[in-house]
Structure formats: structure tokens, C-alpha cells
């Protein structure tokens, strides 16, 4: 069994996590493996969460994953790009002053 990652010490809710390495080092393969985007049958052990085995759904509501190829509009903003999403990820009843407030609080 590989170790892909062990005592992480912290990433704290509401900040952006980026992932680094040369090219070939195995980055995408742990994003990829973390979000489920690779057969179950091929993987062994697990993947926990303050020592809790975490869940694909869980894991849906509280990251946002972005691929590579992934195409954002170049006209707008950083802040209309994450408007944007904000209004398809989050909620349809959280308002929209509530959904910007979200997006302030990411950029700030």
C-alpha cells in the first residue's frame, strides 16, 4: 500500500487548498483519487477526515474540485468567475447577497 498523504496538519474551512509537484509526481492521481474519479477496484485503503472514513457526498458538500482542462470565461473578473459558480454550486435558497458575501469572504 502507498501513503499518498499522512498527518496533513491543517486546512481550514473557507480557504483555497492548492495542490503542487513536478510534472508526473502523482498530483492529479490524489485529486483524482480523493474526489472518486477513479474505480473503486483499482484502489485499496482509505480516505479519512479527522480520522473518519470520508464520504463521497461529504465530500461533494464541503471541497469543489477543478480540473485541469477545466475552461473559465477569460472576460470576467476572478469575482464574476466565482459568482458564477457560486450561483450553480451553492444553494437556490440562499440569496444572492448571501452567495456574494460567500465569494468576499473567499477573495478577502
Known sequence: MKVLL??????????????LGASGSGKSMLIDTLVDRISKGSLK????LNNEVLESKLLKVISAYVMQDDLLFPMLTVEETLMF???FRLPRSLSASKKKARVQALID
Not at 499522512?6 to 495542490?19: F, L, P, Y
Not at 485503503?45 to 479519512?48: A, F, I, K, L, Q
Request: aromatic share 0%; net charge negative; glycine share 14%.
Open 85 to 87: 459558480s457560486a450561483e
Open 45 to 48: 485503503g482509505s480516505v479519512t
Open 6 to 19: 499522512n498527518d496533513i496538519s491543517e486546512a481550514r474551512e473557507g480557504e483555497i487548498m492548492g495542490v
